[in-house]
């Protein structure tokens, strides 16, 4: 029998950087509550883990914090693209791609962009969104141990300040404690993955002369080329505030100590191409780059998530990204079970399918350092492989073949070939604008605290799914809500723009309908209508929450 503990919580959260200001976010979004210790004092001071890309924009849309982040990142507004060059003198080098999005074709997938916005600008940004929420977050407080049982999860928590250490009860706990996870550890739960794959000693420094040297070049990073000093530049306010990534190579014997600040100075007035540079260094941290992904994301009642989920090379941003969306996928199913319309296996779907999709990132994200030549890596023979395309399909297009999902060909890969964002289940549903009293919102704004059923208005088999929907909320407490879309004076969200048509968009037909989970995957569609749509509606939802 369990002693009655200080705290009671449903979840507790260990970590406060991205991945776990994240999930508070989110869990408090769908009023979960929870505490989340972290063993730092404060959020992150370094401006690093800048790029968030659409799919993690989408999900802060829909949490309210979308205008608060692109506030915070306002000074590296204008900056796009990757520029590859010996120095920055003259007008040489080659720009890896010049524009996130060319043409501004993402529109057509998306209600929003990527947004350039550092982990130190960030971080408070969520911070302050999770404890409107009421969150419980507390920073130099620092787990030291936990015992879990067929019941819940006991945490053994030091406040670091006054040394007290106090025990934590919670049906659930996430790990989002890093690449090192003692979590991860003391779980046993093994990595696979090549491993370490470089190195790098990252310092940021004042400069009033480089931004002439720059001049209109207004890169997200630029890659350095010279072989005598190579390494990987950053603006923090295209001003006087920099970064600059220098190699490392323990592998050879250099140590830390050797990268005094005559030593970096000199490296970045190299590298830059401006032996006379004002270069005051103001910090410096070593980190390594790596691809691990661990053997499982689950031990019962623990959960990992982010990089004590999986390490990914920093080319392209995928690792923060995928730690994002990793909560994203567990919060509204542990909501879910939580509140007691789904079933506890329903939490085993977050294993299969967050696993696969890093799996698949993290080979992506060391291709691309491979493609951009990051400096200080040497790949391995097998490692990044060659060039596998563009990465909208993985930053947007990944699917779940298997999981919380009904109607899947598990034999597809989790990254298309190319888009394809038609409706299929497994996918990310389709945006499309529409109207609601006479406000403009993309269908993706519509999913966050319950399942949504789409049908058509103006048809009768429209009506049938939406009367059935609604009894099955009504007498199973089911959080389901559902819309008719069309042009008729029977639907509940009108089209934007005259030609749409949402069972093109979602490919089904007018009479047929198409389930869409919290976190904006399709769980289900139907090609048309069905004899009795509330015995085929409840059957998909037993599949889908692992209520049979």
């Not at 992904?293 to 690792?319: C, I, K, N, Q």
């Amino acid at each position: 029998m369990q002693q009655k503990a200080d705290h009671q919580v449903p979840v507790l959260v260990v970590g406060g950087s991205l991945v776990g200001l994240s999930l508070s976010l989110f869990l408090g979004r769908l009023g979960v509550r929870h505490m989340l210790v972290e063993r730092h004092s404060g959020t992150s001071i370094h401006p690093r883990g800048r790029g968030n890309n659409v799919r993690t924009m989408e999900l802060f849309r829909v949490a309210g914090v979308e205008p608060d982040i692109k506030s915070a990142a306002s000074l590296l507004a204008d900056n796009h693209g990757i520029l590859q060059t010996p120095t920055l003198v003259g007008d040489a080098g080659e720009w890896l791609f010049k524009e996130i999005d060319p043409g501004g074709g993402l529109a057509r997938f998306s209600p929003t962009g990527w947004c350039l916005c550092s982990q130190n600008d960030l971080e408070p940004v969520l911070l302050k969104g999770a404890r409107a929420l009421g969150g419980d977050l507390r920073y130099f407080h620092e787990l030291e141990s936990f015992e879990q049982d067929p019941e819940g999860v006991t945490g053994y928590v030091r406040d670091r300040d006054s040394d007290r250490l106090y025990t934590v009860r919670a049906d659930y706990l996430v790990a989002a404690d890093g690449p090192r996870s003692p979590i991860r550890g003391r779980l046993g739960i093994g990595q696979s993955g090549p491993g370490d794959l470089f190195a790098n000693v990252s310092v940021t420094f004042r400069s009033k002369l480089l931004a002439d040297v720059v001049g209109e070049r207004r890169f997200i990073c630029c890659y350095l080329t010279d072989p005598g000093a190579d390494g990987a530049l950053l603006p923090v306010d295209n001003k006087e505030n920099w970064v600059f990534h220098a190699p490392w190579h323990p592998e050879n014997g250099e140590t830390l100590p050797e990268f005094t600040e005559e030593r970096l100075q000199r490296h970045i007035r190299h590298a830059v191409g401006v032996p006379d540079l004002d270069v005051e260094i103001t910090g410096k941290a070593s980190w390594r780059a790596a691809e691990r992904v661990a053997e499982r994301y689950a031990a019962d009642r623990v959960f990992l998530a982010g990089d004590s989920a999986h390490e990914m090379s920093p080319t392209g941003a995928f690792g923060s990204n995928t730690g994002i969306q990793d909560a994203h996928n567990l919060a509204w199913k542990l909501a879910a079970v939580l509140d007691g319309w789904a079933g506890p296996g329903l939490l085993e779907t977050y294993d299969a399918e967050r696993r696969p999709v890093a799996l698949a990132t993290s080979a992506r994200a060391s291709a691309r350092s491979v493609e951009h030549s990051h400096p200080g890596f040497a790949p391995a023979p097998g490692i990044g492989g060659g060039r596998r395309g563009g990465i909208l399909n993985i930053v947007l297009g990944y699917r779940y073949p298997e999981g919380a999902v009904v109607g899947t060909d598990p034999s597809q890969p989790v990254v298309p070939e190319g888009m394809r964002l038609t409706g299929e289940p497994g996918s990310r549903a389709p945006h499309m604008w529409l109207r609601r009293a006479g406000e403009r919102l993309s269908t993706l704004d519509l999913y966050e605290r319950s399942l949504v059923l789409l049908s058509g208005g103006g048809s009768g088999a429209g009506a049938a799914w939406q009367a059935a929907a609604r009894r099955i909320a009504d007498t199973d407490g089911v959080r389901l809500d559902t819309y008719r879309i069309g042009a008729g004076a029977d639907a509940d969200l009108a089209y934007d723009a005259e030609g749409d048509d949402w069972a093109a968009v979602h490919g089904t037909a007018a009479d047929g309908a198409v389930l869409v989970r919290p976190d904006g995957f399709v769980a289900w569609r139907s090609p048309g209508a069905v004899p009795d749509p509330e015995a085929g509606l409840r059957e998909v939802l037993a599949a889908v929450l692992r209520t049979r």
